[in-house]
């Protein structure tokens, strides 16, 4: 059914997307619905004092898939929250998980909530008490299901709860390792509060280096003096533009926020916006840019690229035809409706799916786990060793060429790789290996017309050989 009968749910979104690979994949009859069905969904509803009175809470955690544990993906605390949007993220999560190479099965959660209206003191009893919920029904370990920081939430909460799992199960040796995304100095790895900004920025520098993919769109190769309009300077949003603007020197010519939108053809400063978002609570009022009380029009403005770093379905069949950029990178889970998507690419957009373009969460929380199950900080034992062997190879350059090493090239040679560095290195090449995996898709299969199709159909490859190979 299409939007124009009834509105389509997220869910449907996500399945009827595919629905569209596994229609052109040769799966064994029935492992489609397999793929593609919820495993099991918990809903809890828990009393939490607030002021001297009750309140009661819902949340729901999904668990799309478990051929690989443990089930992984974030909880938000959003009033938006239900257990369809919960079942879509967590669909979306084994397929990310599956692109990437990242061996988990694909979970949501999420709280009805909005978190500005309550205090530190109260979201950290409301945290605790979904925590006990979740765990106490199998639904947070580090063996079975392992959240991690979405929307609404961030490394305060996941230290919350993975302390909650510790005083619940202090008998297990891996308990800092049911939760990902905490703060560095409970179990955190360096790299994870930026890594799904950082990965977006990855994305389209690839995505850029491809002269076949960026000439459909008119654009020059490179990202250097790209315009980009961004929806949304949450965690994501705030750092993909940071990075993007700093390091690759794209123009951030609009900011779409939750009061409205600044449109700055000669650029916006990411850092005034954050600040003034930090002193008035929205963009309104910004001083060096035109304000747009409409910021849903700021989608449709002309530029390079459009990133919807915010929630899902915010182009769908009334503005789509009207967007202007011809690349769309989806920071958002699920931001284009699957009606949107047919009007997009029959205009020629390039869109980045999400399940590639916002995937360094996950992986970085893999690599966080990693290093909760190793009980080690990467690059501990290893980076005194290979400084002192970066210091010989400088050495015996300088003896048998007789001429001085210069400082920056020795300093390079000498720094053993800490961990930022480490973590950096395995987000860029899993990104990279990802998108060359789609790319080959692309180019050797005539009926995969796009990124999203092509990531999809990868991704299900994965998947079903899973399923195939253990039985389901
Ligand atoms: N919430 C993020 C996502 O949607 C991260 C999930 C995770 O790290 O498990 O991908």
Redesign the pocket.
């Known amino acids: 059914m299409s939007e124009q009968n009834q509105p389509l749910s997220f869910r449907d979104n996500v399945d009827l997307m595919v629905d569209q690979a596994i229609n052109i994949m040769d799966l064994d009859g029935g492992l489609g619905n397999v793929l593609k069905s919820c495993n099991s969904v918990l809903q809890v509803s828990f009393p939490v004092d607030i002021d001297g009175t009750p309140e009661v809470f819902t949340g729901w955690r999904a668990v799309h898939s478990d051929h690989r544990l443990p089930s ?3 909880i938000r605390f959003d009033l938006a929250v239900d257990q369809e949007e919960v079942e879509a993220l967590a669909a979306l ?1 084994t397929y ?1 998980c599956a692109l990437v190479d990242v061996p988990y099965g694909g979970s949501k959660g999420g709280l009805r909530i909005d978190p500005s209206r309550y205090s530190r003191h109260q979201l950290e009893a409301i945290t605790r008490r979904f925590a006990r919920e979740l765990a106490g029904k199998g639904f947070l370990s580090p063996a079975k299901n392992v959240p ?3 929307m609404g939430t961030g490394a305060r909460e996941m230290g919350w709860m993975a302390d909650t799992y510790r005083q619940l199960f202090p008998d297990d040796i891996n308990y800092i390792g049911a939760v ?2 905490k703060p560095v100095g409970f179990g955190g790895v360096r790299g994870r509060n930026e890594a ?1 900004g950082r990965g977006v920025q990855y994305v389209l520098r690839e995505f850029f280096r491809h002269h076949d993919l960026v000439k459909n769109t008119g654009l020059s190769d490179g990202l250097a003096g790209k315009r980009v309009i961004i929806q949304g300077m949450g965690n994501v949003g705030r750092h993909a533009a940071h990075f993007l603007a700093q390091e690759d020197h794209v123009r951030i010519i609009g900011v779409i926020e939750h009061d409205g939108a600044l449109i700055n053809a000669h650029g916006i400063s990411v850092a005034a916006v954050l600040n003034h978002m930090r002193e008035h609570g929205g963009v309104e009022g910004f001083p060096d840019a035109e304000f747009m009380a409409d910021g849903a029009r700021a989608l449709e403005q002309a530029c390079d690229i459009l990133i919807p770093a915010a929630r899902e379905g915010i182009i769908h069949s009334d503005n789509a035809a009207r967007i202007q950029a011809p690349v769309i990178a989806e920071a958002a ?1 699920g931001p284009i409706t699957y009606d949107a998507d047919r009007i997009l690419r029959d205009n020629g957009v390039e869109i980045i799916p999400d399940l590639f373009c ?1 995937a360094g ?2 992986i970085v ?1 893999y690599f966080e786990w990693i290093r909760n199950l190793a009980h080690v900080r990467f690059g501990r034992i290893e980076k005194r060793f290979h400084e002192s062997r970066g210091a010989h190879i400088v050495s015996a350059i300088e003896m048998a060429s007789n001429v001085e090493v210069p400082e920056w090239i020795r300093d390079e040679i000498v720094r053993g790789a800490d961990e930022f560095d480490l973590v950096r290195s395995g987000l860029d090449d899993t990104m990279r290996l990802a998108f060359q995996e789609m790319d080959e898709e692309r180019r050797s299969n005539p009926d995969v017309k796009d990124l999203r199709m092509a990531a999809y159909v990868t991704a299900i490859h994965k998947i079903s050989r899973a399923y195939l190979d253990i039985g389901y």
Do not use: E, L, Q, R
């Open positions: 992984k993906g974030g999560m990310k991690a920081p979405d990902t995304g799904t889970n916002n969460g996950v929380s």
